[in-house]
């Protein structure tokens, strides 16, 4: 499984950017799928994800400004209301089954390879 992210870029406080991820891997079980950032100097949060294509879970600094969405394959996170300290990498994230002969197999984990939000002015 391959994660490409789309949609970063440079916005000013106040404004939105949408950005999406799609996984490739036919036939493939995702358990998981969400978003995590990684600003300068700090370690790596969650964002929001979607836990069995049904359950969401957000950050706190993000309830009410980003919402996370899912379809076939890929994940999407619409970022409204964007503060400075909203700036970061911000990285998809899957955590995955593939099938097996005996049903599927024990879970996986896969990284995008980041796209960066810059808020500012």
């Known amino acids: 499984v391959q994660l490409v992210e789309s949609g970063g870029g440079l916005v000013q406080p106040g404004g939105s950017l949408r950005l999406s991820c799609v996984a490739s891997g036919s036939a493939v079980k995702f358990d998981i799928m969400g978003w995590y950032r990684q600003a300068p100097g700090k370690e790596r949060e969650l964002v929001a994800n979607?836990?069995?294509?049904?359950n969401v879970n957000y950050a706190e600094s993000v309830k009410g400004r980003f919402t996370i969405s899912n379809g076939k394959n890929t994940v999407t996170l619409q970022m409204n209301m964007l503060e400075p300290e909203d700036t970061a990498v911000y990285f998809c994230?899957?955590?995955?089954?593939?099938?097996?002969?005996?049903?599927?197999?024990?879970?996986?984990?896969?990284w995008g390879q980041g796209t960066l939000v810059t808020v500012s002015e």
């Open positions: 994230n899957a955590k995955f089954r593939v099938p097996t002969i005996e049903g599927y197999s024990r879970q996986f984990e896969e």
């Open positions: 979607i836990v069995a294509e049904a």
